[in-house]
């Protein structure tokens, strides 16, 4: 069974979500399901840094050794940051997918559309309805 | 057993299984309108025999006369070995292997072709080839417009000094995915981009600029201006350039500061014969950045479990049967004969042979040019910067003197008004390396005695 930290939200197309703790930033990345589902990841393409995404954007691809996956936004905001780490290092997508595998920061634009994610309960359905 | 698998018979079962009537129902729910009409001026089938028969002719009326016909296509010696060697068994396939890990021998010889292209072109990756430059061009400017992550455009800026037939292919194939090109404009005087121009786009958003070297009139533009101005506003370069003339001319890596950043082109004058217009086979190459939206198949060297080397298609999760309708192509398959052809070609002339061969393609259009311009009454037009093709003014009308030159067993050129690409009176000539003096006595004695011949016919008229 993998890792499904409690604290985080989720997407069922297996992106997680941390809120920051200003309340406006949120930081996302694929789950530990994602990763090992894709197999060892070999390349991300992130977004630009000031791209406006509305949720459900196309925000990305990760690549692994054997498929390619588009990453979406889960929320609507604009790219603050994106982790630069992941350009000479994508396996850390597969070894640390919570914290050094993270994808990039946004600064959200309506707060409100954080109740549309999914909690960790939710999302341990989703992936154990997958499994079967 | 027939090599057609399927009887009238097992067609009949099938459609009895699956409930309807004829084949044609399973297309009803295309509407009638998209529907292909019957095509009623392809003709019937002919039998082996009449179809050699009617072919054999048909070369006739290519063969005998002396070429000096360039415009995309160029006649080159083929050493007879590249040939003898393309067509030996091992090597005599159209297509990419499907098992590709078990064709090691031909996954060898892409990898080769890619490591030459790029060393022609200065640029970190080559495909497996395209079908043609003009389709090349198209899959280039797909492959800018997803790539300029800055820009929001889908324009896209072309100097109109870029082969006409690859404009118009280009705009078949990008015209319904909301992709508009733009005209730069052009200097009648120097036939290429005129700098002046520049200023008019300025503040537009376009994805990339599209420069071909040595232009359509055979000029040669200054792409070091042309490419550091399009990087300055944020647009991606795109070279169209000649195989030939890249063993004299800057590759596109070195143009401007940065360099251009996609280079397409047409293989055919890499040891592939004129053949009536093909089949020949497109080059793309890229910067190693803009690698995954890179068209088609890339073949890359790698070791196997023993550690012993291999080769093997990569980075295939750009490609239809990983990445669906977001590949970045259709094209999932090259050129193999002509790219072996090509492979070949380059081997056995070296890095050496091909800058001969582009320099005495070079010195015979400049002995040419020089013989016309002595002429009274012809002109060469531009600013005299050219590699192997130029522009001649005629007195008379371009198509007559053309057609004379014809009678005289002499393809003289082309007339660009045929292309909407200048005055009814200008030709648009190439010489290559095959040329020697007496060829090019009798073009200049076939293009005085043509315009005489026409102007006598014209005064009768009068």
């Known amino acids: ?132 | 057993m027939p090599f057609i698998p399927h009887t009238d018979q097992d067609i009949q079962k099938m459609l009895d299984v699956i409930g309807v009537d004829s084949i044609d129902q399973l297309f009803d729910e295309i509407p009638s309108h998209l529907r292909a009409k019957v095509l009623d001026k392809v003709p019937n089938g002919l039998s082996e025999m009449e179809m050699m028969r009617r072919l054999s002719e048909r070369s006739q009326q290519d063969a005998g006369a002396l070429c000096f016909i360039g415009a995309g296509a160029y006649e080159h010696h083929i050493p007879a070995a590249v040939w003898d060697v393309a067509t030996r068994g091992e090597f005599m396939t159209a297509y990419t292997p499907y098992q590709a890990e078990a064709s090691q021998g031909t996954l060898q010889l892409i990898y080769e072709y890619q490591s030459m292209m790029c060393q022609l072109t200065g640029l970190d990756v080559s495909n497996a080839s395209l079908y043609d430059g003009a389709s090349g061009l198209a899959e280039a400017t797909l492959m800018a417009i997803r790539a300029n992550r800055k820009s929001k455009s889908r324009k896209v800026l072309v100097a109109s000094s870029v082969h006409p037939l690859y404009q118009k292919t280009v705009t078949s194939i990008v015209t319904n995915q909301g992709i508009h090109l733009e005209n730069l404009a052009l200097d009648d005087e120097a036939l290429s981009v005129d700098s002046e121009a520049l200023s008019a786009h300025e503040g537009q958003d376009y994805a990339a600029l599209v420069i071909q070297q040595p232009n359509f009139y055979g000029s040669l533009e200054d792409v070091n201006i042309l490419t550091d101005w399009a990087h300055q506003h944020g647009m991606l370069v795109i070279a169209v350039v000649n195989p030939t003339a890249l063993a004299l001319l800057s590759p596109p890596s070195e143009w401007g500061t940065e360099g251009a950043d996609i280079a397409v082109g047409d293989g055919q004058p890499l040891g592939l014969p004129l053949a009536s217009g093909g089949p020949y086979f497109g080059f793309i190459c890229c910067k190693n950045k803009l690698v995954r939206q890179m068209p088609g198949r890339i073949i890359g060297r790698t070791v196997d479990l023993d550690g012993k080397e291999g080769f093997t298609l990569t980075l295939q999760a750009r490609e239809q049967h990983i990445r669906r309708s977001k590949a970045t192509s259709n094209i999932c398959t090259n050129q193999g004969l002509a790219v072996t052809a090509a492979t070949i070609y380059l081997t056995l002339v070296g890095y050496e042979g091909l800058s001969r061969v582009a320099q005495a393609c070079h010195e015979n259009a400049s002995k040419l040019a020089g013989k016309i311009n002595a002429l009274d009454g012809f002109k060469v037009l531009g600013s005299g910067l050219f590699f192997h093709e130029f522009v001649i003014e005629v007195p008379g009308t371009a198509e007559a003197v053309l057609a004379e030159m014809a009678n005289n067993n002499v393809l003289g050129g082309i007339d660009l008004s045929c292309f909407d690409k200048g005055a009814p009176n200008r030709i648009l000539a190439c010489v290559t390396e095959v040329k020697t003096e007496r060829d090019l006595e009798a073009y200049v004695q076939s293009i005085v005695h043509a315009a005489q011949a026409d102007a006598v016919h014209n005064k009768g008229a009068a």
């Open chain 1, 1 to 132: 069974m993998s890792n499904i930290p409690g604290e985080l939200k989720y997407l069922s197309s297996h992106e997680w979500v941390r809120v920051e703790s200003d309340g406006v930033t949120v930081t996302v990345g694929v789950t530990d399901h994602a990763q090992e589902l894709l197999g060892d990841v070999v390349f991300v393409e992130l977004p630009e840094v000031d791209a406006d995404l509305a949720a459900g954007d196309e925000a990305g691809v990760v690549e692994s050794v054997k498929a390619a996956s588009d990453i979406f936004s889960p929320i609507g905001g604009v790219v603050i940051a994106i982790n630069e780490d992941l350009e000479d290092s994508p396996e850390l997508v597969n070894s640390d997918p919570y914290d050094d595998g993270w994808f990039f920061k946004l600064k959200i634009s309506d707060a409100d559309e954080l109740a549309a994610l999914l909690d960790a309960e939710a999302y341990t359905d989703i992936c154990e309805a997958e499994d079967h």
